[in-house]
Structure formats: structure tokens, C-alpha cells
């Protein structure tokens, strides 16, 4: 929240002016040197604005850990959604623009003052800039600070959409100076030589002198006791306090209330003092150079025991402590509770001179980045490696081991061992000397099982771990979860993924929280329980994540993707982690997962062979536990079936009776498309598992293959219930490519049952008979054939018809031979239209018939506009019988917006459809009254307006329309209007030789 405005600061009318129009423009800057007053006039134009809203302000004071741009935009973030914080996942630009745009229609600006404070060049910066570019229409953007931000502006100000505050138009004016003059009873001259510098002026005014300076010393100053001076200069060197902090640097508690009548120092409800940055120049003299490292020292050494390491390490880097500022570097890249992302760790090493850069605490700072974006970096090893040596040289047991165990995640993704073992032998030797450190070796222990595969192993030492620190609490559920995987028994591992998931989530992002936040989601898939599976944590979580999590995370969903028919989303996950891996890097972890997505999307699209070359590619023959087979483990099918190194490996290994399950699915498969016999297997009793581990495709074809035609029957209508364009594809390549009986058994299966295409259907009836396929109007012969449409017309007006009925009505001339000749061909031609992609014998979904009976199918794939109309004009009844005005006024509107004229108007004056167009219009004009009448009520006037003048054109004799629309003007005080409203009904009243009614004249009469 911004500081409070003083209550006697100087306010500037013109320009809080510009400041007041943040809601009007895109972009405002506010640059100025210090003492220009930029906070003051952000602060006066809030408090304006509290008074007469236009929209949300959201401020944010920066600081220089914003120069990261996860920690400026995950603030900004925080701030829009009201401090319900931000996702687990790396907050981005996009992110804080979706937390505006949600906040429609209304206008949010985000004020960030003192910009200055981010790193130029800084990725803080550079998304402040990408920000200003992509803010949605209802975001604004205020930014104060000493120095320009890098936001283009020119193009927007020469638009009228931005505006550009510098020093010189913060300079006081002529008009600003005479009344700073007259309200201090100064003379001209006590202020001319300041040059309109805003904080100089108002020291003096405040303190009455001559020269900003001197009265400083002479007379603010005065005021105060050596201790007050000492301990506001304090404070200036430590950019502020809070009240405790304060205490702690100064030695004793601070007189709040003093400083507070200070100018340039603000102090808020919470007792937090911040000086302007002008008093550390002007109390120069009161501390010497070492007491200025002292106090800075000081206050670092208080936030560091409070666990801010990241705050205490930026204030010993300003002071230049380097040989203070290392070891809190390190607690900082080592935080327990919010772990930096690797941008901010990068930005710190970017900080230490030359001459420290080969410290240890920067090694591991360095290594620490590595990890965090590729554990297969020689530097994620060789650089924690390097300095936990170095702390063991230094005598550092801490830092020594705690940098051999952020090593341990490292060894566990590159299934490497021999960093575990030496770390093994190292830890067994500090225990032997007495260290606490038994988790430690428990967790050792569990990272070389599971390197090995020994899972069993691996999960015995995950339930010895015990107490652990906060950023490895995660781990024990996520060795337990992933040995369960490993082992095939995916329903076991549901209570350890949830747990490790919960423990991950306070310490993102701490290495393996991405693996443990995407568990619960990839146990569930693997499970086939595809109804519980959060889609979103199948999503990248972002760049500060490493490699070893992205690819993985990316991987799962595109599987899960692939094998429930969504070709287009495992592509698209494809591709982002194509990008991630592009370079001849091997990484057998990921490259793993790659090739298991790959030969999913593979087999979706129909392709196994190209799948089989994904699987060779992918795999090879590195199949260690570990290692690229960790996704054959969990995710087997395809690679059972593809990949003969992988069949070996899993024909060798126990599995638990879950994974059992697939791999016999697979084994049967195999043998029936080698011509041999199988009973269907055990997968098939629940279809959603079999489409989990096999995908569509498979699944239908296993089912085609193994199942008796009844129960085929009515497992493929399941299937296609769920999954109709994949299921569809997978009948059509059974009926083409299978051998005899499957090529019958698929086709009688896509003969009986009608399945969904994947383009939907709109029939418009009011005004000119329209039909939409997918998003395209049909111009289409067939569409301008009068009986055609006369044909979906009688469908839509009698839901169900008779075939003979239907050729009586639309050809009531014919013989009933002829008649039914027609019926055919039209009939044939409607299906054309409504699904032009069916093959031949395959059952329609749209157009049933039913023992003669025909019909239109009633489903979310069709959308008759008079169905809708209806529909929404019987719910809005219900709402007004339940004394609901706002949602009857919803379901009205919502009827109203597709009414365009009357119903079947170029389908000839039919009898069959006179009753049931001008009861359409007998609906929507009363629908049209009530509409407006709530509207009137509820102060919405042009929307009311837009409903009684398009009414008013469907019947312009309507005499309650009209009153309707005189009302409207009454209301709004339009006396013009309401006299322009009364003529014309008084003209189309008189076409049909009629006088308005007294209740019209009695409503104009309030203007006469």
C-alpha cells in the first residue's frame, strides 16, 4: 500500500491533472532526480482518487530484489489478486496481464514508484517493459522513478494514450511558487535560488530559511537531540525499518512521533520509518564511515536471524561487506522457506566483485543456477561439488553439507551414483565424529536405490528419514511415489504423491517441487483415472524451472493428451519440449519421457511405425532404472508393444498387478494381430484405464479384435461417447486394413452406433435460414434447395415426424410414390449437409430414424436458434414465478439477442408453419416488454433502448411498445425525446385510424 499523504504536504492541481487521467491512458512515467517529489504526487493523486473512483489503484514501492523479474511481477501478481499470492508456477507477464483482464470491466492501474531501484538492464526491468506493451485494455500502467524506464512511449503519446512527466515539468512553477510564498509568509527571494527543486522548497517553507541546507542544520535539525540525529542517520543507511529493526540498528526503541514531523520521512500505521534519500546526504557527518558498515552490518545480521537472507544480502552488498555478505549469500541461495528463483540467484552472483568470484559460496550459488535450469551443466555438479570441498577445507560442516545434499538431486536425474557414494563415505565419516546428521545418510541412501532401482530399498530408506529440513520435506513421498511407479502399482502411490505434492508446494522452487507438484496429476493418468487429473499441472511450469521437471511435466501431458484423442495439444506439448532439448545434449531422464510422449502422439495419429523410430531414437538401448527407463516404467504400453529392448526389459522385471494389467493387454493385442486368438483382457473392464495406458486408438481396435460383437457393441458406444473422433478413425482403419472378420465386425460397429463429428451444427430459422458448420456459413447447392429447408424446418417446428407425414407436408401435390422418391434424395442431401465427412454406412448422428419415425437429434452438437429461443423464454418464466428478476432479465436477454426477425420467413407461407412463426413473435415481442421494463427498473436505459427500438421495428403499431419507449424517455428526463417517442406512435396509431390511449397521454402529459 502506498505511504500516507502528511497532512500539510504541498499539493499540485496540474499535475495531479495528468496523474488523475491514469485511466485514460495506457502508460504515465514519472522521472525525476531526488526530492522532486514523485511519491507525494503518486500519494495525492490515490487519495484523489479514494474520493471519486474511476477504477483500482495497485501500488507497489520497488526495491532493488525486484530487479528479478519473478519477484517484481510475482508482487505485481500478489497485489492485483487482492494478496491471495501467486501460483506455484513462475509468475510472468502473461499471468499479471490474465489478473487484470479478469478484473473486466473494471480499470486496474498498477503505480510502481522508486523504478530506479531495479538493476538497469535488468530482467526486472525488461518485463516492466514487455508489461507496458501487453497490458489488456482495462490495465494502465504508472511508473515513478529517477532514471526513464525502458517503456516506449512516443507512439502512444502521439495517440493521446501516454504521457510523459520529467524533472522540468516537476520543477515548481511561477503560479506553484507564489503560493508556497504566500502560504509560509515567505518572501520571493527565501525560495528563487532552489530552481524549483520540490523537496529543497519544502524544507525550506517548513523550516523557514534561506538555503534548504543550512536550515537543515540550523533549524530542522535543531529540533532534535544528538541521539534523534544519530538515529535518523541511522536509518538512511538502511533504506528504513520497521519498528523492531529499528530498535536493533539504533540501539534502542525509536521516537516514532518525532521523526514523523519531519519532512521527507514517512512512517506508516505499522511503525516502518522510510527517509527520503536526501537525508542520508544531509546526516553525512553524523556517522563515520565504519559506523555506516556497522549499522549496515548491524541491521543485516537482525534480518538474517528473522531468515531474510535474500534482504540481508542485498544491504551487505550496497554496503560492500563482502566477507559478511558471502556467508548470507549462501543461507540466501539456501533459504528454507522461499527459495530464490535462479534469475535472483544469478542477479546476486552478478553483484560480487572480481575478486570473490571464486569463493565457494559463489561456486554454489553458481552450481545452484545450473541445477535449476539444466542438471546435465558440467558446472550443476562440478560447481556445488567444488565448494562443498572447500567447506570441508574451511572446517564448515554446515555448508559443507548442506551443499552435498542440493548435490543429491542432481545425481538422482542424471542417474549418477558416484557422487552419492563419495557423499555416502563423507557423511558416514561426520557421523562417526558425532554430526546430527542422520537424515541426511537416510536420504543418501534412498537416492543410491533408487539410482540402482532398487525400489524396495528405496522406499525402506524414504521412511527413515524422519525430520527433515523444509526444502527436502517433499522428498520421502516423492521416493516412495516414484519407486511405487516404478514398481507398476500406481493405486498404492496415491497418498505419497499427494503428500509429497503439499510438502512441495511451500518451497517452489526448491529443487524436485516440480516433480512432486505434477505427482498426484501423473498417478492419476497412470492409474486411468483420467477424471482426477488436474490439467494444469501437466502445464510447463516455467523457465526457473530445470529441464529435469519441465520435460517430464510436458511429457505426461502430451501423453495424456495423445491417448484421449487430443492430437492437437500433445503436439503443441511436443513442441515446447523439443525446444527445451534442442542440442545434441544426451539426457537419458528426459529423453525418456520425450520418446514416450513422441510414440503417443505417434500412435494417435495413426503412425506406429513412426512411433517405433520415436521409441529407437528415445531410448536406444539405455534402459537403466534411473535413466530413460523411469517413463517406460510408468507409461509401458507403447514402448511393450514398439520397442523390443523395452519388451525385454519389462517381460523381465515383477510387476504389480496394475501395470500386469496393461502389459497382458498389450501381449493380447500382439497376438491377435498375428492372427492367433485371445480372450479379451482384463484392462477392458474399465475403459477409461485401457484408453489411459493404451489410448483411443488401441482401445478400439482391442475391443474390435477380442470382444464379442454384443459387448463390442456397447463398449465402443462408451468409447465413442467420450471420444468420438479418435474412436471414429480407429472403426475406419479396422474396416480397412483388418482382415476379414475384423474388417466386418468394425464396419457393423460404425453402422450402429452414430457417432458425434468433430465440426458442430447451427440452424438459424429467424429471419433467412442460415447453417453454420463448425465456424463457416454453408453456400452450398444443396443448402439452396427450397425443400431442403423446408425439410430441417418441419423437423425443428415438429421434433418428431413420420416419414409419410413429412412427404404429405412438403409435397402434398405428389403421388405418394413420387412423394417418397423425393423424401429419399432430400433426405439424402440434409445428411450431405449436416455431416459431409461421414463414410458410407456409417450411422448418422444428426438425422435419426426411428420404425419410420425421423427426427432431429436434441444434442450439444446441434443448435437450433428456435429450440434455444424457446428454451431460454421457459426458463426466464420459471425465474419471474420464483420472484428472480435478475436472472429472468438474463435468460430474456439472452433469448432476445438471437431473435432476428421472424421465424421461417423464406421458407413460402406454409400452413404447417404459420401457428408456430407467429407464436415465435407473439413470444419475443411480449419477452421484448418485459425486457424492457426491468431494464427501466434497474437504471439501464441503453440497453433499453436497444431492445424497444428493435421491437418497435418487428411490429411499429404496438401501442405498449411505444408507451414503453415514451416511458424510457420520461425517465431519463428527456423531454425531446419523450415528445419525438409520443409523435410517433401517434403517427402509426393513426395508419391503423386510432388515437393513443390516456395512459400514453397521461405519461407525456409529466412533460407538457
Not at 507438484?517 to 486411468?528: D, H, I, K, S, T
Amino acid at each position: 500500500m502506498p505511504p500516507p499523504a502528511a497532512p500539510r504536504t504541498f499539493v499540485r492541481p496540474r499535475l495531479q491533472g495528468r496523474l488523475n487521467r491514469r485511466f485514460e491512458h495506457r502508460v504515465i512515467t514519472v522521472t525525476a532526480g531526488a526530492g522532486f517529489g514523485k511519491t507525494t504526487l503518486l500519494v495525492h493523486a490515490l487519495a484523489d482518487h479514494d474520493l471519486d473512483r474511476h477504477g483500482r489503484d495497485v501500488w507497489l514501492g520497488c526495491e532493488p530484489a525486484d530487479s528479478s523479474a519473478s519477484t517484481l511481477l510475482g508482487s505485481l501478481l500478489s497485489a492485483v489478486r487482492r494478496g491471495r499470492g501467486t501460483d506455484t508456477a513462475e509468475p510472468t507477464v502473461d499471468d499479471v496481464c490474465a489478473a487484470i483482464w479478469s478484473c473486466a470491466p473494471e480499470q486496474v492501474c498498477l503505480v510502481l514508484d522508486d523504478a530506479h531501484l531495479l538493476d538497469q538492464g535488468s530482467a526486472g526491468e525488461l518485463a516492466l517493459a514487455d508489461l507496458a506493451t501487453k497490458l489488456p485494455e482495462n490495465g494502465h500502467l504508472v511508473v515513478a522513478g529517477r532514471r526513464r524506464p525502458p517503456i516506449p512511449t512516443a507512439r502512444l503519446v502521439s495517440h493521446s494514450r501516454a504521457d510523459d512527466l520529467t524533472e522540468t515539468d516537476l520543477r515548481l512553477d511561477d503560479d506553484e511558487m507564489r503560493r508556497l510564498v504566500a502560504g509560509h509568509g515567505l518572501d520571493a527571494d527565501d525560495i528563487r535560488d532552489l530552481a524549483g527543486w520540490p523537496a529543497l522548497v519544502e524544507l525550506t517553507a517548513s523550516a523557514g530559511g534561506d538555503v534548504a541546507e543550512r536550515f537543515v542544520a540550523e533549524e530542522v535539525l535543531v529540533g532534535l537531540s544528538a541521539e534523534q540525529r544519530k538515529d535518523l542517520a541511522c536509518l538512511a543507511a538502511v533504506g528504513g525499518a520497521d519498528a523492531a529493526l529499528a530498535a536493533e540498528v539504533c540501539g534502542h526503541p525509536v521516537d516514532h512521533q518525532q521523526l514523523a514531523r519531519l519532512p521527507l520521512v514517512t512512517v506508516d500505521g505499522s511503525g516502518s520509518i522510510r527517509p527520503h534519500a536526501l537525508w542520508e546526504q544531509w546526516l553525512a557527518d553524523e556517522l563515520s564511515a565504519e559506523e555506516v558498515a556497522a549499522t549496515r552490518l548491524k541491521a543485516a545480521s537482525v534480518l538474517q536471524q528473522r531468515g531474510h537472507h535474500a534482504t540481508a544480502f542485498e544491504l551487505l552488498a550496497v554496503a560492500g561487506e563482502w566477507q559478511a555478505a558471502l556467508p548470507v549469500l549462501f543461507d540466501a541461495c539456501n533459504d528454507q522457506t522461499n527459495p530464490p528463483w535462479a534469475d535472483v540467484m544469478n542477479r546476486w552472483c552478478d553483484l560480487v566483485p572480481a575478486e570473490y568470484v571464486d569463493e565457494p559460496e559463489v561456486a554454489y550459488a553458481r552450481g545452484m543456477i545450473a541445477r535449476g535450469s539444466d542438471p546435465w551443466i558440467p558446472i550443476a555438479v562440478d560447481g556445488i561439488e567444488s565448494a562443498s570441498r572447500a567447506f570441508q577445507a574451511r572446517g564448515d560442516v554446515a555448508r559443507e553439507n548442506a551443499a552435498r545434499v542440493r548435490a543429491c538431486y542432481t545425481a538422482v536425474v542424471r542417474a549418477d551414483p558416484r557422487w552419492m557414494v563419495a557423499c555416502r563415505d563423507r557423511i558416514d565419516e561426520l557421523l562417526s565424529l558425532g554430526a546430527p546428521i542422520e537424515q541426511f545418510r537416510s536420504i543418501n541412501t534412498a537416492t543410491i536405490a533408487m539410482i540402482d532401482g532398487r525400489h524396495q530399498d528405496c522406499m525402506r530408506a524414504a521412511d527413515e528419514c524422519g525430520a527433515l529440513e523444509p526444502r527436502l520435506r517433499h522428498f520421502p513421498g516423492y521416493y516412495r511415489a516414484v519407486s511405487l511407479l516404478a514398481l507398476g502399482n500406481a493405486p498404492a502411490a496415491v497418498d505419497d504423491a499427494e503428500e509429497s505434492a503439499r510438502a512441495a508446494l511451500a518451497i517452489v522452487p526448491a529443487a524436485g517441487s516440480g516433480w512432486s507438484l505434477m505427482l498426484p496429476a501423473a498417478v492419476a493418468l497412470v492409474r486411468g483415472r483420467l477424471g482426477e487429473i488436474d490439467w494444469a499441472e501437466f502445464d510447463d511450469p516455467g523457465r526457473r524451472f530445470a529441464i529435469s521437471e519441465r520435460v517430464p511435466q510436458l511429457a505426461m501431458g502430451a501423453v495424456a493428451r495423445a491417448n484421449t484423442g487430443d492430437v492437437a495439444g500433445a503436439a503443441e506439448s511436443l513442441a515446447h519440449v523439443d525446444v527445451l532439448l534442442d542440442g545434441p545434449t544426451r539426457r537419458p531422464l528426459v529423453d525418456g519421457f520425450r520418446a514416450v510422449a513422441a510414440a503417443a502422439l505417434a500412435v494417435a495419429c495413426g503412425d506406429e511405425a513412426g512411433a517405433a523410430a520415436e521409441l529407437d531414437r528415445g531410448l536406444r538401448h539405455d534402459l537403466d532404472a534411473a535413466g530413460a527407463a523411469q517413463a517406460v516404467l510408468w507409461i509401458p504400453a507403447h514402448a511393450y508393444l514398439l520397442h523390443g529392448p523395452a519388451r525385454e526389459m519389462l517381460d523381465s522385471i515383477d510387476s504389480a498387478a496394475p501395470r500386469l494389467r496393461v502389459l497382458d493387454a498389450c501381449r493380447a493385442l500382439i497376438v491377435l494381430r498375428a492372427g492367433g486368438t485371445a480372450d479379451p483382457p482384463a484392462l477392458l473392464d474399465d475403459v477409461e484405464a485401457a484408453v489411459a495406458a493404451l489410448g483411443v486408438r488401441l482401445t478400439t481396435e482391442l475391443v474390435v479384435r477380442s470382444v464379442s460383437p454384443r459387448n463390442g457393441l456397447e463398449l465402443t458406444r462408451t468409447l465413442a461417447e467420450r471420444w468420438p473422433v479418435p474412436v471414429r478413425a480407429a472403426l475406419h482403419d479396422a474396416a480397412r486394413h483388418g482382415d476379414g472378420a475384423v474388417r466386418r465386425r468394425a464396419s457393423g460397429l460404425a453402422a450402429d452406433i452414430p457417432i458425434p463429428p468433430d465440426r458442430p451444427i447451427i440452424i438459424r430459422f429467424f429471419g433467412a435460414a442460415t447453417l453454420v458448420r463448425g465456424a463457416d456459413a454453408v453456400d452450398d447447392p444443396s443448402w439452396r434447395r427450397l425443400r431442403v429447408r423446408q425439410l430441417l424446418a418441419c423437423l425443428a417446428i415438429h421434433r418428431r415426424v413420420r416419414r409419410q407425414r413429412l412427404a404429405d407436408l412438403l409435397w402434398p401435390d405428389a403421388t405418394e410414390a413420387a412423394a417418397s422418391a423425393n423424401l429419399r434424395m432430400t433426405l439424402s442431401y440434409v445428411q450431405a449437409l449436416l455431416e459431409p465427412d461421414r463414410e458410407k454406412g456409417d450411422a448418422p448422428w444428426f438425422l435419426q430414424q426411428d420404425a419410420g419415425v425421423l427426427s432431429l437429434r436434441p444434442c450439444l452438437e446441434l443448435d437450433v436458434d428456435v429450440w434455444d429461443v424457446e428454451a431460454r423464454l421457459d426458463q426466464a418464466a420459471q425465474h419471474r414465478a420464483a420472484a428472480q428478476p435478475t436472472l429472468e432479465l438474463q435468460k430474456l436477454l439472452e433469448a432476445l439477442a438471437r431473435w432476428g426477425g421472424d421465424a421461417f420467413e423464406d421458407l413460402a407461407d406454409l400452413d404447417w408453419a404459420r401457428d408456430t412463426r407467429e407464436r415465435l413473435r407473439a413470444r419475443c415481442l411480449a419477452a421484448s416488454k418485459r425486457a424492457v421494463a426491468l431494464l427501466i427498473a434497474a437504471r439501464r436505459a441503453a440497453e433499453a433502448d436497444v431492445v424497444v427500438e428493435r421491437a418497435l421495428a418487428e411490429d411499429r403499431w404496438d401501442e405498449e411498445l411505444h408507451q414503453l419507449s415514451i416511458r424510457l424517455r420520461v425517465v431519463q428526463g428527456d423531454h425531446a425525446g419523450c415528445r419525438r417517442a409520443y409523435e410517433r406512435c401517434r403517427a402509426a396509431l393513426a395508419e391503423l385510424d386510432l388515437q393513443p390511449s390516456a395512459a400514453v397521454e397521461q405519461l407525456v402529459t409529466q412533460f407538457r
